[in-house]
């Protein structure tokens, strides 16, 4: 008996050792942190959520979306001050973009230094690092290929922080509405402009109608084939807004209509000197994409605003300490 009993005792602590651990399902990593965070994203503007992010996303850079309704994954940072160039408003944290829009910007910069005879070009709003909906002052800017370059020449010194929050950017337009200011307009404008335009990667630029009435005057019987690219717009009257085609590397990127077969210096003009657009007020801080909310941008935009962490630039290193990242495992 004390033999068999030993035998059977032998036999099952062989059998427990060699069979299959069975899985154990583990609970979902902190539920409630993620409910609350779901409820947040639900309630939140987008414009909120995105603003937020401090960081770019982790992942290969990809635009995704249309201009004024999409984010950016896998942004770069333009550094804030280069040879030719240096960034306005930093405490806006904008100037961050699809790598396509920042070797656009590096490669425009002393092009458009050489052409007008400027030191540089200063640099405006680009994108927050996850692109997505601003708070304020603007509809688009949101996938990484817009920019806003000033009507300013770069002074030949760096600017400091104070300097670049608070000069302003020189307006082009007439008090009127409908004439340039010719105390300020000069060639150099125009250069400025079509040096832009002729780059092949440029899909359009956005200017005041009143700067676009006096580049068709001012061209005649020029070859405007460039012009059709830059059409008026509210405002823009001291910069002149940039924005990229889409990029190879970004399937999801929804590309703008194609601008109508001609230069744009018809009587459609006339529409933009109306009585009631010349007397449109818009408001620097208007943020006319606060409404959005995250699930009227694409899906992927989520995955994007709840991504691990990118790389920080040398500017955004800085910030990094406030950005919440993702705890090692």
Known sequence: MVVTAFSVALTCAAAAKSAVPVPVP???????????????????????????????????????????????QGGVELPTTGPTWQVMR???????????LVKFLERFAPLAAEAT???????????????GPLPFGHKSHQTGLDVDIWFMPMPDRVLSKEERENIKASNLVAADGKHVNGKIWSAADVTFIRTAAEQP???????????????????GNNDRSWMSKVRPWYGHDDHMHVRLKCPADSPNCEAQ?????????????????????????????????????????????????????????????????????????
Request: proline share 9%; hydrophobic share 35%.
């Open 117 to 131: 005879g400027w030191k540089g070009i200063l640099i405006g709003d680009m994108a927050q690092p996850r692109g």
């Open 201 to 219: 990667e440029v899909e359009r630029i956005l200017v005041n109608a009143a700067i676009k009435e006096e580049l068709c005057r001012v061209e």
């Open 26 to 72: 583990l609970p979902r990593n902190n539920p409630l942190k993620n409910t609350e965070q779901e409820n947040q994203q639900t309630s939140k503007p987008a414009s909120v959520l995105f603003s937020e992010k401090k960081l770019p996303s982790f992942g290969r850079a990809m635009a995704i979306g249309y201009y004024p309704r999409g984010c950016l």
């Open 90 to 100: 930093l405490s806006r944290n904008r100037n961050w973009g699809h790598p396509e």
């Open 257 to 329: 209509p194609a601008v109508p077969g001609s230069d744009g210096c018809d009587k459609s003009l006339d529409h933009w000197f109306a009585d009631w657009i010349l007397r449109l007020k818009i408001p620097e801080f208007g943020g006319s994409s606060a409404g959005l909310k995250l699930k009227d941008l694409p899906p992927a935009c989520t995955a994007v605003l709840n991504a691990p962490a990118g790389p920080a630039g040398a500017a955004g290193a800085a910030s990094a300490a406030t950005e919440e990242r993702p705890k090692a495992r």
